[in-house]
C-alpha cells in the first residue's frame, strides 16, 4: 500500500485551457474526497464518493467542475475553461468508512493558471 | 454554519513545549481532528477527540472541551522537523455529516535553535 496517488504534481496551464487530475486512493478506501487549498488557508471541502457514487458536492463548486469515479476506484477532477481564481492546490483523500480517524491525503496537484 | 479560529502563526525554540489553540462554532459537533502540514506536502493526520478530556500521544496531546468549543494541540521537546502549519477540523453533522471535515486556516509554526 503505497497511500493515496495523486497525478500530475504540478500543473500550469493557460486560462481558459481545460484541465484533468487523477487519484488513486488506498485500496481498501470506499470513500474518496477532492479538497482545494489556497496560500495561507485551510483546505476547502469541493466533492464526496463512496464508491462510485458522487453523494456530495460543495455549493461553491461552479459548472466548470466535474468529478467522477468509475468502478470505485480512481477518481477523476476535471476543470473547465480554468480561470485565474482556479490556482491552488487540489488534495485528494480517502478514508474506509465512518473512520474516526479521519482521512488520508495525497500529496496533490498544483495548478498554476496563467 | 461553523467558524474555526487559530493563531496564524507561533514560534517556539527547540527543546520548549507549545500549545496551539483552536475554537470553534459549530450546529453538530461529531469530532475534531488535527492535521500537520509541512510546506507543499499533504496534511498528516495527528489526533481525534469526541469526547473531553487529553489524549496522548507520543510528544503530542490533544485536548477538547465542547462545552467551550475549544481545543489545543500540545507540542512538547520541539523539534525542528516540527516547523509546519497545524490545521484544526472538525466533523459537523448538519452541515457534512461523517464524511466532510471542516478546516480551520491553520497555525504555522516556526521552531528556532
Known amino acids: 500500500d503505497t497511500g493515496v496517488s495523486q497525478d500530475p504534481r504540478h500543473k500550469i496551464t493557460k486560462r481558459g485551457q481545460n484541465v484533468t487530475f487523477r487519484c488513486d486512493p488506498i485500496s481498501e478506501h470506499n470513500r474518496l474526497y477532492w479538497y482545494r487549498q489556497t496560500l495561507g488557508q485551510g483546505p476547502e471541502f469541493l466533492t464526496y464518493?463512496?464508491?462510485?457514487?458522487?453523494?456530495?458536492k460543495s455549493r461553491l463548486l461552479s459548472d466548470r467542475f466535474s468529478a467522477e469515479r468509475p468502478k470505485g476506484s480512481f477518481s477523476t477532477l476535471e476543470i473547465q475553461r480554468t480561470e485565474q481564481g482556479d490556482s491552488a492546490m487540489y488534495l485528494c483523500?480517502?478514508?474506509?468508512?465512518?473512520?474516526?480517524?479521519?482521512?488520508?491525503f495525497g500529496s496533490g496537484t498544483r495548478l498554476t493558471v496563467v | 454554519g461553523q467558524n474555526i479560529d487559530q493563531p496564524t502563526e507561533m514560534t517556539a525554540t527547540e527543546g520548549a513545549i507549545v500549545q496551539i489553540n483552536c475554537t470553534y462554532q459549530?450546529?453538530?459537533?461529531?469530532?475534531l481532528f488535527w492535521y500537520q502540514q509541512h510546506a507543499g506536502e499533504a496534511p498528516t493526520f495527528l489526533s481525534y477527540n469526541v469526547l473531553d478530556g487529553l489524549e496522548e500521544k507520543g510528544r503530542f496531546s490533544s485536548f477538547l472541551s465542547r462545552s467551550k468549543g475549544y481545543s489545543y494541540l500540545l507540542l512538547k521537546e520541539l523539534q525542528m522537523k516540527d516547523s509546519a502549519s497545524y490545521l484544526c477540523a472538525v466533523r459537523d453533522i448538519p452541515s457534512g455529516g461523517y464524511n466532510k471535515l471542516i478546516f480551520g486556516a491553520g497555525t504555522r509554526l516556526a521552531v528556532h535553535p
Open positions: 459549530t450546529s453538530g459537533f461529531n469530532g
Open positions: 464518493f463512496q464508491n462510485e457514487a458522487q453523494l456530495e
Open positions: 483523500a480517502s478514508s474506509r468508512g465512518r473512520t474516526g480517524y479521519g482521512y488520508t
